[in-house]
């Protein structure tokens, strides 16, 4: 069953987003097609461009955090969990094998899971070794 916090419906923008969107699009317009000269491609954009025609394409993503109770600010809470094994593999090289690999993962996906949680990282390894569960995970899940 999907709770009501995890819905989330688009909203239509407003006059004043429009009028922006307006303002934005003249000042920095798409490049003429007509001076092309036959070439293959998309036409280069500048910067500022690419950035609005990304706000226009993500409209509703761009600010969702605002409107939706669990979709978070940054993504960077993701990115932090994926940089350890980066930096594992730029240390050693590589992982040696593919079981390795996958060792190093469960326990670092175990370990941001305690933290998330407000475990101490000490304390989750040594229920992981005794075989024990942390308390906010909840045995019939499994």
């Known amino acids: 069953m999907i709770s009501q916090a995890c819905i989330y419906l688009p909203k239509m923008p407003s ?15 798409p490049p003429d097609e007509t001076k092309h000269g036959g070439k293959r491609g998309r036409l280069k954009r500048s910067r500022a461009r690419n950035l609005l025609e990304r706000l226009i394409d993500y409209e509703d993503d ?11 600010f940054t993504n960077r809470p993701g990115e932090n969990d994926t940089r350890m094994t980066k930096i594992q593999q730029k240390i050693s090289g ?43 995970i909840d045995e019939g899940a499994e």
């Open 15 to 29: 006059d004043t987003e429009k009028s922006t969107q307006r303002k934005a699009q003249l000042e920095y317009p």
């Open 94 to 136: 590589c992982f040696r094998s593919m079981d390795g690999a996958y060792t190093f993962c469960r326990i670092r996906g175990h370990l941001a899971t305690c933290r998330k949680n407000g475990m101490n990282p000490s304390k989750a390894l040594k229920l992981l070794l005794t075989g024990e569960l942390p308390s906010f």
């Open 62 to 72: 761009v600010l969702r955090f605002m409107e939706s109770e669990i979709a978070p």
